[in-house]
């Protein structure tokens, strides 16, 4: 069992940068795959960004990649991701995610563990 605390929502204006942080507790953090997801007002629940569980691997949406920039610290049993130039469009509640594979993915089913979510809001 892994629990995960993100935290480092805003609300920013237009081309701000924010960094997210997903603390992780529980199990071996080490082990995990790590990815962050968001969900904006009436859509799915969306990939944004993954990590390998050694941080050797990534995987990006189209739509954030050079962007987005995500990160773990092993030691400190965290994941970040960096944004920025956000865009109004990114405005969303942004979940992390962990599972117990090597190798991050990008269907939301792949993921056992959740966090409740940071908001994040851009205004034009």
């Known amino acids: 069992q892994v629990q995960l605390v993100e935290s480092g929502g805003d609300l920013v204006q237009a081309g701000a940068s924010l960094r997210l942080s997903c603390a992780a507790s529980g199990r071996t953090f080490s082990g995990y795959a790590m990815a962050w997801f968001r969900q904006a007002p009436g859509k799915e629940r969306e990939f944004v960004a993954g990590m390998s569980w050694n941080g050797d691997r990534t995987d990006y949406a189209v739509s954030v990649k050079g962007r987005f920039t995500i990160s773990r610290d092993n030691v400190k049993n965290t994941v970040y991701l960096q944004m920025n130039s956000l865009k109004a469009e990114n405005t969303a509640v942004y979940y992390c995610?962990?599972?117990?594979?090597?190798?991050?993915?990008?269907?939301?089913?792949?993921?056992?563990?959740w966090g409740q979510g940071t908001q994040v809001t851009v205004s034009a």
């Open positions: 995610a962990a599972r117990p594979f090597i190798v991050a993915v990008t269907s939301r089913a792949a993921y056992p563990y």
